[in-house]
């Protein structure tokens, strides 16, 4: 478990360094949805069950918000909200330095 969390923070990491400033936190919850397609997670249900698998489609955006929501909790990532109620998502200067 603790790999699936270093990937996903160096996936945030990666994409936070190529914007100007903070990065909209769909962007990276939909990243998140993305990981487990591109690479090979133990946890994940395999294509041979369907019904697995469509349960799995159904909780995949339930558990990148929980991925989420423990990265920030643990101060990997930091959360803003703006006026417009949107939330902004931005690295900390001591997690740049992994």
């Known amino acids: 478990m603790k790999e699936l969390h270093v990937d996903l923070l160096f996936l945030a990491y990666d994409l936070y360094r190529r914007s100007i400033y903070t990065l909209p936190k769909e962007t990276i919850i939909d990243l998140f949805c993305e990981y487990p397609e591109t690479a090979a997670i133990e946890d994940w249900p395999d294509e041979e069950n369907v019904s697995e698998a469509r349960e799995f ?17 643990a101060g990997w990532l930091d959360q803003e909200q703006h006026p417009d109620y949107s939330f902004r998502v931005l690295v900390p200067d001591y997690a740049l330095d992994l």
């Open 57 to 73: 489609d159904r909780s995949i955006r339930g558990r990148a918000n929980l991925l989420f929501r423990k990265l920030n909790e």
